[in-house]
T-cell receptor, first 111, second 116 residues
């Protein structure tokens, strides 16, 4: 069974700060996903990664397969980035095709 | 091109009633996944369906819960005889031909079920 651990659990920062959220997992995966959820809102898929690095606007996601670790970075953070960021992993084969989720990181960006 | 549509957004049921949650996947997507998010807990996988087939229901409670994805129409998650512990947000996700593992997932806005 794959365990997905995220850190920190809660993060409060000032507008403009560089943000890093970490995710580690315990067994081999096919892909790692970063998701965003606003309070009371739906879930938005930010990135799907199987290797290397991806960038979209101010968001950057990296993954190190050997170390079983991924990071999500937010540059020039803004109050609208305040949300829960969730790391999830998926693996092919073995029957289950759904995602296994971390507990999420609650991010608050203060103006 | 509408995304994944879930309805209703909010659903209130009294204990013992039935709850029916609907999910219409993105156009062209034939794989549907249901997830549950209990208050103050993370998301948990419930069931994975393709048209007319349940592929993996390892996350579904053994009693009172069922899911279907008929040839025509939305996927339905059905909860019979609801109890207070069923109060949660239920999210649906879809993926295109091939599994979400390879093609990624698109999530709906969720249905927030409250059992009173």
């Amino acid at each position: 069974k794959n365990e997905v651990e995220q850190s920190p659990q809660n993060l409060t920062a000032q507008e403009g700060e560089f943000i890093t959220i970490n995710c580690s997992y315990s067994v081999g995966i096919s892909a790692l996903h970063w998701l965003q959820q606003h309070p009371g809102g739906g879930i938005v898929s930010l990135f799907m990664l199987s290797s290397g690095k991806k960038k979209h606007g101010r968001l950057i996601a990296t993954i190190n397969i050997q170390e079983k670790h991924s990071s999500l970075h937010i540059t020039a953070s803004h109050p609208r980035d305040s949300a829960v960021y969730i790391c999830a992993v998926s693996y092919s084969g073995g029957g289950a095709d759904g995602l296994t989720f971390g507990k999420g990181t609650h991010l608050i960006i203060q103006p | 091109n509408a995304g994944v549509m879930q309805n209703p957004r909010h659903l209130v049921r009294r204990r013992g009633q039935e709850a029916r949650l609907r999910c219409s996947p993105m156009k062209g997507h034939s794989h549907v996944y249901w997830y549950r998010q209990l208050p103050e807990e993370g998301l948990k996988f419930m069931v994975y369906l393709q048209k007319e087939n349940i592929i993996d229901e390892s996350g579904m409670p053994k009693e009172r819960f069922s899911a279907e994805f008929p040839k025509e129409g939305p996927s339905i998650l059905r909860i019979q005889q609801v109890v207070r512990g069923d109060s949660a947000a239920y999210f649906c996700a879809s993926s295109p031909l091939g599994s979400g593992t390879n093609y990624g997932y698109t999530f709906g806005s969720g249905t927030r079920l409250t059992v009173v």
